[in-house]
């Protein structure tokens, strides 16, 4: 029968399709690659350590938090409640902190996936392999360094009975589940010692490389200028002024400064002191919510009250402006301090207009868009000037501290020693270094109580919340991981 | 066919005539269909008691001879069988009413038909025409109230918008909950519609008037057959095919209008003024009265000096009249369908064109609609059918779902402050981004963002398939196709220069264009086969392969010339591209066998084989098998001819179906792109390998019965169902300190069990002559009790959800879990709440669990509808109600508007009336406090002050039409001719305190969501 004949050559035809296609159920993803394979081959690595800097734009990280919420948490910053950002921080409420816990870590096992590939990448020179090295160690140690800072106490001030020590050390890469560890926190030791090394490392591997960088990305400047910065949080002032004057010495990155060029450097698109500067294309563009120039401005353009674009929620309290004014010339007249041009009126777009700073003002050449110095060459003279006085080298401090100083416009100061010496070091860094991120750290590190105006209330360093809470998450996902005490 | 039928006829004729001599009365007549009047060939005319009996002619006419005192039975499929005594009459003409459930008609199962008789599944039935006039673009909207165990909602009111399908409650947590789309045998993609700027509907390419049937699989044993895709349910849609025979019209029209169902009643610019001065000085009572209101004024932009007086003269301008508006809806609608013996066709075309209830969102789409039949030989019919849409919508500033945007009018314009004038002395815009805005936090003129912004969606899709049906012997039919579903989505998002929120960059341009091939090929053979009169064999047998690809491209430009330049071309600064591809293959194998004993006895088995890219390696394939036996009680002798009992038919089902809606790559380790920096590439891994990822499974049981009453004028079914939902797939939380923060796994499990109960009765029925008195009633009710039942490890609460999306074992998925609002302390004015001790406390600091607890779910514990219809001398009346109760949603629109002057936004003004101001008084309402938190105390609307009881009961449509009579259009050469007026959404009992409770949560709750319109139409539905 011609029908049951042709019926049995469809049947036959419908197996033979299915049994025939062996990739039946094949599909490969065209916008991602399988993880196991992904790091063989020198653009493969290149593109990861790519990958990791991409992290640092976060605003968990660099974006915002390490640079507003210092401010915001310490005696710098004052919320006005435009949007209600950052005025939990400000108000020191609970939980109201950093939470750059998540990006760090991810970022920290991009780090490691790359420093676990290299030696088995093919086709690549060791000149390379030591480029792509430097630059994974100076991350890892950076991101370190920013968690400890954050979560754990400093260990010249560390609160015994409340400490629960540093934070978890992870120095190889997962890409499946079987990796994963429920690490423990390692000791502040343990964990300062961790971040020395790879700086170290790091630096080696810079010379070794032959290479040089901009500020946009590592260098050996940069991880010379971090290593001064972490020496100073862990009390190790020798350290801190030899590393300061290395990264002082090479030059290569990071100019200092005139009076004259001092505003203009903060609106040209890489500050020209960054060291080390994260740099944001177009597309990176944070945006109106929670970028630092939507965060600290109204204005669009300096000296145009007209037009508004940010909300301006965390302003200089009136603590911070009265210290640039605070030095009066014998006439009794105040002392211009240049620094103090960076702080302009903003606008009533948002309500009542507010004194704010300008350090950011779409300096990339489009609003809310702006490179983020992480360190400047300012900072190494301050660090410099500090780890001097505090081993007892006056004269090499009031060297340094002048540097700042008369930059500024103020006279150099004389016969400063001791306490005296280390208030004017530590009130020269508030007021260089203001709305960079720097006034809560430089405050917790030394153990310091952060006195607010009304309404809101002070801080003692005793303060359970002079640390961030781990998230409850992760307490959650790892048994083996303390929350901080108070939370 | 008809030419054996005819000679049947001539058969029983002549047999008849050689009885007659026996007989004593020859009765002749003709039967008509009650429904149109048209002729009823076929009809059964058998003499009670005796085993004589006709048919009719093609003309209806029988013949008959009987005894004077003789029963005549008249019987005839779809139609209810009449028994009319004879009484010595010689003519009998007889109209036969149809069967109102169609006991014995066809429907439409997975991959076939089946009489419903017989069916042992549970499925629920709704017609065509049930639906055909509702003002909602998407049939799937309409359906909302019209069948047991379905739910629906609306996501808003944006026409043409997207809509929420659940079957038989949430049975995942992670995954999709939309059951799986066939139309005319084609698995439709129904996921990728939802276009980026506006809410959109992939269902908006069928014209509800093509629709012949839907049918909604709901238990394992009718959707089996669809394997690893049918856990969700399966919407069976069937639409109208060709019928040979002379060339027949059908034209329906509608018109109307769309207008807001209410405004809020907010603050006049003197109340927001007292109560902004009231919440300042609570915060700080020390301050001079007078220097608050400086504050007060000057903070809004007015002289801080006015006067009592000057402040009694300020205007008040109401904001939501002029953005929410009413529209007009437009909806036309063809179709022509005959043929030949040898070939038939079915066309159409529609386009309708319906405003929103909000400036400047519309809706205009259209659809060409060919179907063609053709017999290739007595064995081999080829069908083709093909469908072209296009539509496009205008959507609103802040995207499809709503959300807090300045710019937006549906989220904006009740909270702007009052004083604000819309425009200018000049008739420009009041408030522009150049002049710094209007006054208040809410700082745009969203008449302006409306106006001038364009936001836009098309989508052009096509859907094709070839079928070819063999047939190899009798009963054996071998049936290939091949189907495309093709859709193009083009977003387009223009903001304007002249507003705020692209002002700072001169303008900015998005394109997003989205492709979506969606290739499917399947063959199924049949077999049908009757062995000694009483047992009958249907079996089927098929493969499946199923492509679907979806590939986007997205981009964006900023700094145009001036707002003429409306393409991005013309834009100086590019600023973002971005592409995405993605795609899954499933392939499977199925069969179904149905056995029944003369009718009585009933039993089906069906299975699936299937296997889908999307698993994980070791984990391809899985199997989905089906089972499930029927007793119809009213098919044994006891019961049979019984005139009481029509049916009483027994069901129970039994089986296991699969959810595959996850992501296309859920179960790879990945490394991924766009990590880039400094303008150069970057990537960065981006998920952990899980090779064992599989299907989630539900097993269902269900019982059931169904049954007709008293001649079938009570019928319906009653269903007990139990569905386990398994190995359902969660991100089980990683440690961050591992570079990942979740794994893909299949660990939960979760329950749904219910009631479903459907009844159709016709209460009064005089219309034998089919213009009396007929009132019938139709009334579903579902219960659903949903319950999460296993995580992983010893979780009983999965962690990292949203208060709104906690999952906790031994309640609903998606529950609710905050602090219990205590009111307001009498002697100060402050919020209270509830800590888990049931203290009271007015700061919601600490761990949330010592606070919190689970005060109510989303998902509706009750649904349904109720509909009654009135007929009378053509004129007809019904009214459809749909209800819905226990469903829990946050209402973050009136938490805005509950602030009272906290901040620089208006407030409704039941809050203001009510709040506390007097030591003593009892209320709910906090007193007003600037920034909302008193000292050491959490926000006003915190915890569950605004999480709201979201049930309703809506009259959804009242109609009321004219059916002009047969007579009257005979004339005029009319077959059929109606004219009706409708109202949708005509009223809504809920104690919402928003604009209207039916919404999808997309991210940002009711915030700007556009809320349902109320639609009055004017119709016109004409058969040429």
Redesign the interface.
Request: one cysteine or more; charged letters at 10%; aromatic letters at 10%.
């Given at each position: 029968?011609k029908?049951?004949y042709?019926?049995k050559i469809?049947?036959l035809g419908?197996v033979l399709t299915?049994a025939s296609?062996t990739d039946?159920?094949?599909?490969e993803?065209?916008?991602?690659?399988?993880?196991?394979t992904?790091?063989t081959t020198e653009d493969?690595v290149n593109?990861?350590?790519?990958?990791?800097?991409?992290?640092?734009?976060s605003t968990n990280l660099y974006g915002r938090d390490l640079v507003a919420i210092p401010e915001a948490l310490a005696d710098n910053g004052r919320a006005t409640?435009k949007s209600g950002r950052l005025n939990p921080e400000y108000q020191n409420q609970?939980n109201a902190h950093f939470i750059h816990?998540?990006t760090s870590?991810?970022a920290?096992?991009?780090a490691?996936?790359v420093l676990d590939a290299l030696p088995k990448v093919e086709k690549m020179t060791q000149a390379n392999k030591d480029f792509v090295e430097a630059q994974a160690l100076f991350i890892r140690g950076l991101l370190y360094f920013e968690l400890m800072r954050a979560y754990a106490y400093e260990p010249s001030v560390e609160i015994k009975e409340a400490s629960k020590g540093g934070v978890?050390l992870?120095k190889s890469?997962?890409?499946?589940?079987t990796?994963?560890?429920?690490?423990s926190r390692a000791s502040i030791n343990d964990v300062y010692e961790s971040i020395y090394g790879d700086l170290t490392a790091s630096i080696a591997k810079f010379t070794s490389s032959g290479r040089t960088a901009t500020a946009?990305?590592a260098n050996k400047t940069a991880a010379q200028a971090m290593f001064s910065r972490v020496a100073l949080y862990r009390g190790d002032y020798t350290n801190a002024a030899k590393y300061a004057t290395d990264a002082l010495a090479a030059g290569s990155v990071g100019r200092f400064q005139t009076r004259d060029t001092y505003v203009s450097a903060w609106r040209a698109a890489n500050h020209p002191e960054s060291i080390f500067e994260i740099?944001y294309?177009?597309?990176?563009?944070i945006g109106?919510n929670t970028s630092l120039q939507t965060s600290y401005t109204t204005l669009?353009a300096s000296g145009n009250r007209?037009?508004?674009?940010g909300f301006g929620d965390l302003v200089p309290t009136k603590a911070l402006l009265d210290a640039y004014e605070s030095e009066k010339d014998a006439d009794g007249k105040t002392i211009v301090d240049v620094r103090r041009s960076l702080y302009e009126l903003g606008?009533?777009?948002?309500?009542?207009a507010e004194i704010e700073c300008t350090k950011f003002l779409g300096r990339s050449g489009?609003?809310n868009l702006d490179n983020i110095p992480v360190i400047r060459v300012s900072e190494m003279y301050l660090n410099r000037a500090e780890a001097l006085a505090r081993s007892g080298n006056a004269a090499g401090a009031l060297t340094d501290l002048n540097v700042i100083r008369t930059r500024a416009g103020l006279p150099a100061a004389t016969g400063l020693t001791g306490a005296a010496l280390i208030t004017e070091i530590m009130k020269q860094r508030r007021l260089e270094l203001a709305f960079e991120g720097h006034r809560f750290f430089d405050m917790k590190r030394l153990g310091m109580d952060i006195t607010k105006a009304a309404?809101v209330q002070s801080l003692a360093f005793t303060d359970f919340r002079m640390l961030a809470p781990i998230?409850?998450?992760?307490i959650?996902?790892?048994a083996n991981?303390k929350q901080n005490t108070g939370y | 066919m008809m030419m054996r039928k005819n000679l049947l006829s001539l058969l029983f004729a002549v047999i008849i005539g050689m009885q007659a001599f026996a007989q004593d009365k020859t009765v002749s007549g003709k039967v008509t269909s009650a429904d149109d009047g048209t002729p009823l060939p076929g009809v059964s005319v058998s003499v009670k008691g005796t085993s004589r009996g006709t048919t009719t002619d093609a003309s209806g006419v029988y013949k008959i001879s009987v005894s004077g005192n003789a029963t005549l039975i008249f019987s005839f499929i779809g139609f209810t069988s009449q028994q009319v005594g004879v009484n010595n009459r010689t003519i009998i003409d007889l109209q036969l009413a149809s069967d109102a459930q169609e006991l014995s008609e066809a429907v439409v199962v997975g991959y076939g038909t089946q009489s419903r008789r017989t069916l042992t599944g549970s499925q629920a039935s709704v017609k065509g025409s049930e639906i055909a006039t509702m003002p909602t673009n998407s049939f799937d909207k309409a359906l909302q109230g019209r069948a047991a165990g379905v739910q629906i909602l609306g996501a808003n009111g944006t026409p043409g918008g997207a809509a929420q399908v659940r079957v038989r409650g949430v049975g995942t947590i992670k995954g999709g909950t939309d059951p799986l789309y066939v139309v005319d045998g084609v698995q439709i993609n129904s996921n990728s519609g939802s276009a980026a700027f506006t809410s959109s509907n992939p269902l908006n390419y069928l014209n509800p008037n093509d629709i012949e049937s839907i049918e909604v699989l709901k238990d394992a044993a009718s959707a089996a057959i669809y394997g690893a895709a049918a856990a969700n349910g399966v919407v069976l849609i069937t639409t109208k095919k060709g019928k040979s025979g002379a060339t027949k019209v059908s034209f329906d029209y509608f018109t109307g209008m769309v207008e807001p169902t209410q405004y809020l009643d907010v603050l006049n610019t003197q109340e927001w003024i007292a109560v902004r001065n009231e919440a300042l000085i609570n915060q700080s009572p020390t301050t001079e009265p007078g220097a608050a209101m400086r504050t007060t004024l000057?903070?809004i932009?007015l002289d801080p000096a006015l006067t009592t007086d000057q402040i009694a003269a300020l205007p008040t301008y109401d904001w939501q009249k002029e953005s929410y508006v009413s529209g007009r809806t437009n909806n036309y609608s063809i179709s022509l369908n005959g043929g030949s013996e040898k070939s038939t066709f079915y066309l159409s075309g529609s386009y309708n064109g319906t405003d929103a209830n909000v400036r400047n969102v519309d809706y205009k789409g259209g659809n060409i609609n060919a179907k063609i039949s053709n017999k290739v030989t007595s064995?081999l019919t080829v069908d083709n059918s093909i469908n072209l849409s296009s539509f496009i919508q205008r959507g609103q500033f802040g995207g499809p779902g709503g959300g807090s945007f300045l710019g937006s009018p549906t989220f904006s314009a009740p909270l702007i402050l009052p004083h604000n004038p819309f425009y200018k002395d000049d008739g420009t815009y009041y408030g522009t981004?150049?002049d710094?805005?209007i006054a208040g936090?809410l700082?745009q003129n969203v008449l302006m963002v409306s106006d001038l912004n364009k936001i836009e969606s098309r989508v052009n899709q096509a859907i094709a398939s070839t079928v070819l049906t063999?047939?190899?012997?009798k009963g054996?039919s071998?049936r290939?196709s091949a189907s495309i579903d093709y859709r193009f989505i083009k977003g387009f998002n223009f903001q304007d220069p002249r507003t705020a929120?692209a002002?700072?960059?001169r303008g900015r341009i998005q394109n997003q264009n989205t492709e979506n091939i969606n290739f499917i090929l399947n063959?199924v053979?049949n077999y049908d086969k009757q062995i000694s009169s009483v047992h009958n064999i249907s079996a089927l047998a098929g493969?499946e392969?199923r492509k679907d690809q979806s590939e986007n491209v997205q981009q964006s430009a900023e700094g145009i010339p001036t707002p003429q330049f409306t393409v991005a071309g013309a834009a100086a600064?590019p600023?973002?591209t971005f592409?995405?591809?993605?795609?899954?293959?499933?392939?499977g194998?199925f069969g179904r066998v149905s056995y029944d004993y003369a009718g009585k006895y009933l039993l089906g088995l069906t299975a699936r084989y299937d296997?889908?890219?999307r698993f994980g390696a070791n984990n391809?394939w899985g199997f989905f098998p089906g089972i499930s036996a029927g007793w119809d009680l009213s098919q044994e002798a006891f019961l049979k001819n019984n005139a009481y009992v029509n049916q009483l038919k027994l069901r129970v089902s039994y089986g296991s179906l699969g959810a595959d809606q996850i992501g296309?790559?859920d179960s790879?380790?990945?490394?991924?792109?766009?990590?880039?920096?400094?303008?150069?590439?970057?990537?960065?891994?981006?998920?952990?390998?899980?090779p064992n990822l599989r299907w989630e499974q539900n097993i269902t049981t269900n019982f059931a019965i169904d049954y007709g009453l008293f001649n079938n004028r009570v019928q319906g079914s009653l269903e007990y169902f139990i569905r386990t939902s398994k190995d359902l797939i969660l991100d089980r939380?990683?440690?961050?300190?591992?570079?990942?923060?979740t794994?893909s796994e299949n660990v939960g499990e979760l329950q749904n069990k219910g009631l479903e109960f459907d009844i159709k009765t016709v209460n009064i029925d005089k219309s034998a002559n089919n213009r009396g008195f007929k009132w019938t009633t139709s009334f579903n009710f579902t219960q659903i009790d949903n319950k999460v039942t296993k995580l992983y490890d010893t979780l009983t609460t999965l962690?990292?959800r949203a208060v709104d999306g906690w999952i906790k074992i031994g309640y609903p998925v998606n529950s609710i879990y905050t602090a219990e609002y205590a009111g307001v302390n009498p002697a100060t004015g402050r919020a209270m709440w509830y800590d888990n001790n049931g203290n009271i406390i007015y700061r919601l600091?600490?761990n949330p669990d010592s606070y919190s607890k689970i005060i109510g779910g989303q998902i509706p514990k009750y649904y349904g509808g109720l509909t009654n219809t009135f007929s009378f001398k053509g004129f007809d009346l019904e009214v459809f109600l749909n209800y819905e109760f226990g469903r829990t949603v946050f209402n973050n629109q009136s938490a805005f508007m509950a602030e009272n002057g906290g901040r620089?936004f208006n407030t409704l003004r039941s809050i203001y009336e009510n709040r506390w101001t007097t030591p003593g008084q009892i209320t709910t309402v906090p007193r007003p406090f600037n920034?909302n938190a008193e000292?050491l105390g959490s926000g006003i609307t915190a915890g569950s002050r605004f999480y709201e009881d979201a049930s309703f009961i809506r009259v959804k449509t009242l109609t009321f039409g004219y059916n002009f009579s047969r007579d009257l259009l005979k004339k005029v050469k009319i077959d059929r001719a109606r004219l009706y007026v409708q109202g949708y959404n005509l009223y809504t009992w809920s104690k919402w305190t928003g604009f209207d409770s039916e919404f999808i949560n997309l991210g940002s709750g009711n915030n700007g969501a556009i809320p349902q319109p109320r639609t009055i139409t004017f119709g016109l539905q004409l058969g040429l």
């Open positions: 029968m029908g049951k042709s019926f469809a049947v419908l299915f296609c039946l159920l094949d599909v993803p065209r916008a991602s690659i399988d993880s196991v992904a790091l493969a593109a990861a350590v790519n990958g990791i800097y991409d992290r640092l734009q409640n609970v816990w998540q870590y991810f920290i096992n991009q490691n996936l978890p992870l890469g997962v890409v499946d589940a990796q994963i560890k429920l690490e946009s990305f740099q294309q177009t597309n990176e563009n109106v669009v007209t037009q508004t674009g606008t009533t777009g948002r309500g009542t489009q609003v309404p998230p409850i998450r992760e959650q996902a790892n991981l | 000057g903070a932009r064995r981004p150049a710094g805005g936090i700082n063999y047939k190899i012997m054996l071998f290939p929120d002002f700072n960059v063959a053979v493969a392969y600064n600023i973002t592409a995405s591809w993605s795609a899954f293959k499933k392939a194998v296997g889908s890219s391809l296309n790559f790879r380790g990945l490394y991924g792109g766009g990590f880039n920096y400094g303008g150069v590439s970057g990537i960065a891994p981006t998920q952990l390998a899980n939380p990683v440690t961050w300190l591992s570079g990942y923060s794994i962690p990292g600091a600490g620089l920034g000292t």
